[in-house]
């Protein structure tokens, strides 16, 4: 079975920048598209931004603007910069296909904004 593999998260000041990657845990699947997803405790698991096999691209309001997806690359990485991070950042922010599938959730990457 595949899973999703995040990395990148950390601690950052308010108005700082991460940029997270995610990358198949077989790297002989390659997903078309990719979504970025977050979840906060106590909080439902959100869509933040997808690129399509198209590239068609879909943000959050709460997130337009500040953050930036890109496709898989020729690595089959894909990765999710992040600007201008706010507190309200803060979450695990984890990736899957665009819509999800259940089985692919990785353990997802903690990301930390302090005021």
């Known amino acids: 079975q595949v899973q999703f593999v995040e990395s990148g998260g950390g601690l950052v000041q308010a108005g700082g920048s991460l940029r997270l990657s995610c990358a198949p845990s077989r790297s002989t699947f390659n997903p078309n598209g990719i979504g970025w997803y977050r979840q906060a405790p106590g909080k439902l698991r959100e869509l933040v931004a997808a690129i399509s096999g198209a590239g068609i691209t879909n943000y959050a309001d709460s997130v337009k603007g500040r953050f930036t997806i890109s496709d898989y690359d020729a690595k089959n990485t894909a990765y999710l910069q992040m600007n201008s991070l706010k507190p309200e950042d803060t979450a695990v922010y984890y990736c899957?296909?665009?819509?999800?599938?259940?089985?692919?959730w990785g353990q997802g990457t903690q990301v930390t904004v302090s005021s």
């Open positions: 899957n296909t665009d819509p999800p599938f259940e089985f692919y």
